[in-house]
């Protein structure tokens, strides 16, 4: 065939991968049609793949530079062990573990990004044009940035000996990381004034993958969600740029799509966290030190209560709103508040779930974590939704949720204010399960818990709602 | 640069800006409960890289080039494949339960 018409009709498949990707973001704004959204997607990926392996055979062969049957043997060993071991991760992971897979899908697609900007450059020996010169050395910084960063992420949130949750000091610290910054400016002006050079490439590539550790490893894991969300966009960024590198549309179209999104997405995660990115990525509070001394109301003891107790609170209630926090979906617990939750409605008492929007780990993991318990869709209540009723609840129970409860938030002059704040604290009473006075991210305590209201029931999260549960059982 | 390139860089360059436009424009209206399925599924669309590393896997010569473009196409594979399957399991689970279960519930007698 000849093969200007044959481009010509990948680049139509191009086009109708591009729509559908399009077509199927719009489709997951609603959850009635965000399944079938992510399969439009899907299938626009597929033709977009599909296309261009029937356009590569049924090209002439370019004159230089044809390995023939090798590429083939590359591309199809390659899909078989990247799909193998996609598939089988995806379908195995625990819906607990499920940020950690996708920061290491991420880290993977930034990776390749990267991998096609190196080949790239070695390949043409010679200064490349400035439009290709400027998206090789961008394409090398951001994607290595997001491979090193992703699994770092990844590994933060598995709690890994090497890369634990809590914030970790890097040697030297920010001036670490502002040199290896400055290493990679200076080598990107050395190349895009003209130089073409592999050891300044390479240098790049080196000081890009420190960076992506340096810059992770000293964030404390509560802020990995915003982290991943904002390396997510860098690796659509980084398949622009491939997009940019190899003159291909869809890339262009694609990237840009993923990295206006993860912009978006990164923005409204810290908005709900009253951070801003810049604070997040430059180790605002939350490091262990310097911590803030909330200025309020100081004294006030806090009150334990039995599980005996909790539990007669919780079975004579007429209504109950469950709190959960990052520390059910820590000590994995959405079955146990289910069991809980399912008793209560046996009993009469009308239950609801407030969620955070950063309950979790991720905007929205909380839903996935108790949808996959089995609860209702119906009884997730959003934060603007539920606020009012906490009034007239008899009862609220608060699992693993700290500083999304901490009243401090309406006063001026603490860490949390101005973060929404769901309103527990109006509550008839207060249920608290947590395993310790310990602090919330915000490194100040939760005047929540001096509330007369309030009774703290010191349990980790899934024993603590397996006791209760007998408990109501035994009543 | 001369006018060719000039002209098919601003190609592109539209072709890149109106995609950021459109990403804005359809994102700003997901509710927050979705999203986590949102990213994750924005991080599947990213896995088109696949289709730049098969690109490169097909005029790969030298072994360098050959084991780069090896690691790119299982990486961008992984991202699609391991993207995709996640992003549906998590919206497997927003499928409405209830409605289901109360018909599939045998009726009590009398």
Not at chain 1, 108 to 136: C, E, K, R, S
Not at chain 1, 203 to 227: E, S, Y
């Amino acid at each position: 065939m000849d093969q200007d018409l044959l481009f010509a009709l990948a680049r139509i498949a191009w086009l109708i991968g591009a729509v559908a990707f399009v077509l199927g973001l719009i489709r997951m704004n609603s959850p009635a049609t965000a399944r079938n959204g992510n399969l439009v997607s899907a299938g626009g990926m597929a033709i977009a793949i599909v296309a261009t392996a029937i356009y590569l055979l049924l090209r002439p062969a370019p004159a230089e530079g044809s390995s023939g049957i090798t590429g083939w043997i590359i591309i199809v060993v390659g899909i078989a062990v990247g799909g193998g071991l996609g598939l089988y991760t995806a379908r195995t992971v625990k819906m607990t573990a499920m940020p950690q897979l996708v920061s290491l899908f991420n880290a993977v697609g930034g990776g390749a990004a990267a991998l096609i900007a190196i080949d790239d450059y070695l390949g043409i020996a010679g200064t490349p044009g400035l439009v290709a010169n400027v998206a090789i050395v961008l394409d090398i910084i951001i994607g290595s940035i997001t491979f090193t960063g992703s699994l770092i992420a990844s590994g933060k949130l598995m709690g890994l000996k090497i890369t634990p949750s809590r914030p970790v000091r890097v040697p030297g610290g920010q001036i670490t990381t502002a040199a290896l910054a400055l290493v990679m400016v200076a080598a990107a002006i050395f190349l895009w004034i003209g130089n073409y050079s592999v050891p300044a490439m390479f240098l790049i590539l080196a000081a890009a993958l420190i960076f992506g550790v340096t810059m992770t490893l000293p964030i404390g894991g509560a802020d990995m969600p915003v982290v991943i969300s904002l390396l997510n966009s860098f690796t659509g960024t980084a398949v622009a740029m491939a997009g940019f590198v190899l003159d291909n549309p869809v890339l262009i179209i694609a990237g840009a799509l993923v990295g206006a999104s993860g912009a978006i997405l990164t923005k409204l995660m810290a908005d709900a966290m009253n951070r801003s990115v810049m604070n997040i990525m430059v180790g605002g509070f939350g490091g262990g030190e310097g911590t803030v001394a909330a200025a309020g109301p100081e004294g006030g003891s806090v009150r334990s209560i039995g599980m005996d107790d909790a539990a007669i609170q919780l079975a004579y209630a007429s209504s109950v709103i469950i709190v959960p926090g990052y520390g059910l979906a820590v000590a994995q617990a959405q079955h146990a508040v289910r069991e809980l939750a399912e008793l209560l409605e046996e009993r009469g008492v009308t239950v609801n779930y407030a969620i955070h929007p950063v309950a979790g780990r991720m905007p929205g993991h909380m839903n996935v974590l108790l949808a996959e318990a089995n609860v209702p869709y119906p009884q997730l209540r959003e934060m603007e939704d539920i606020n009012p009723e906490f009034d007239r609840a008899d009862v609220a129970l608060v699992v693993g949720a700290n500083d999304v409860t901490n009243p401090a938030a309406r006063r001026a002059g603490t860490p949390v204010s101005g973060m929404p704040i769901l309103d527990v604290d109006h509550a008839k009473s207060i249920i608290v399960i947590k395993r310790s006075m310990g602090r919330g991210y915000a490194g100040i305590d939760n005047e929540l818990y001096v509330n007369p209201k309030t009774g703290m029931l010191f349990a980790d999260a899934k024993q603590g709602l397996a006791d209760l549960v007998a408990a109501v059982k035994a009543l | 640069m001369n006018a060719a390139e000039l002209g098919s860089f601003l190609t592109q360059f539209t072709v890149f800006i109106l995609a950021i436009l459109c990403g804005f424009a359809t994102i700003s209206k997901v509710p927050a409960t979705l999203h986590t399925p949102l990213m994750s599924g924005a991080n599947s669309i990213h896995g088109i890289v696949l289709v730049g590393s098969m690109f490169i896997a097909v005029t790969a010569t030298d072994l360098l080039s050959q084991v780069v473009s090896l690691i790119a196409v299982a990486f961008a594979t992984m991202n699609v494949v391991g993207g995709y399957v996640v992003t549906d399991r998590m919206l497997q689970m927003f499928k409405r339960k209830p409605v289901a279960a109360a018909t599939a519930e045998p009726r009590a007698e009398g």
